[in-house]
């Protein structure tokens, strides 16, 4: 299976919104609702932040939202804040499996 | 609140066999899907494999001839294995939870994984 695309980076500036996008294909994102995204400071282990599209964990914050169209999940931040400043990773269920999307640098300005 | 914590050698020389456990404390590993994921050094994720309680797995097709995961439901750990590695195969190598959803009969892995291990460096070298 060949990973998902996501843009190599984006940025913003506090208080403002973003979208990163994952763009897969039908047999994984336009497939199935199982499509899920994660934070990762340096140094540290993903943590979930979206999950069946468009699913909150408890705890994360409601600045996080997930939505899909055709074979393309989005995530958006909004009111960004430094502590967002991350990488991002999409993921989606296809075939039984797991395929990830490439991260996406964030840079808070 | 669930808990994961990789361990096992951190460096393996090339062609031998990588062994990591992930033991599970503050819940059961019962009636859960486990997986393993791993991150080169300044590259993305890539899933490995799951495995589910009873002991029946599911592997990436890219790793599959090279993979084995097990579950020792006693001691609330799996473990991964990966054979013949090389160079390639250095990475940062996380365990996590992988959540499920019911359908029809059963219930089915959904590759999205909401409890993580800190993760540990296993690096090829001679």
């Known amino acids: 299976q060949s990973a998902l695309t996501q843009p190599a980076s984006v940025s913003g500036s506090p208080g403002q919104s973003i979208t990163i996008s994952c763009t897969g294909t039908?047999?994984?994102?336009?497939?199935?609702?199982?499509v899920s995204w994660y934070q990762q400071h340096p140094g540290k282990a993903p943590k979930l932040m979206i999950y069946d599209v468009s699913n909150r964990p408890s705890g994360v914050s409601n600045r996080f939202s997930g939505s899909k169209s055709g074979n393309t999940a989005s995530l958006t931040i909004s009111g960004l804040q430094a502590e967002d400043e991350a990488d991002y990773y999409c993921s989606s269920y296809t075939s039984s499996s797991a395929v990830f999307g490439g991260g996406t640098k964030l840079t808070v300005l | 609140q669930v808990q994961l914590q990789e361990s096992g050698p951190g460096l393996v020389k090339p062609s031998e066999t990588l062994s990591l456990t992930c033991t599970v404390s503050?819940?059961?590993?019962?009636?859960?899907?486990w997986s393993w994921i791993r991150q080169p050094p300044g590259k993305g994720l890539e899933w490995i494999g799951y495995i589910y309680y009873s002991g029946s797995t599911n592997y990436n097709p890219s790793l599959k001839s090279r993979v084995t995961i097990s579950v020792d439901t006693s001691k609330n750990q799996f473990s991964l294995k990966l054979s013949s590695v090389t160079a390639a195969d250095t990475a940062v190598y996380y365990c996590a939870r992988e959540k499920r959803a019911s359908y029809g009969y059963g219930e089915m892995a959904t590759a999205q994984f909401d409890y993580w291990g800190q993760g540990t460096l296993v690096t090829v070298s001679s």
């Open positions: 039908s047999s994984d994102v336009g497939g199935y609702n199982y």
């Open positions: 503050g819940g059961s590993i019962s009636s859960y899907y």
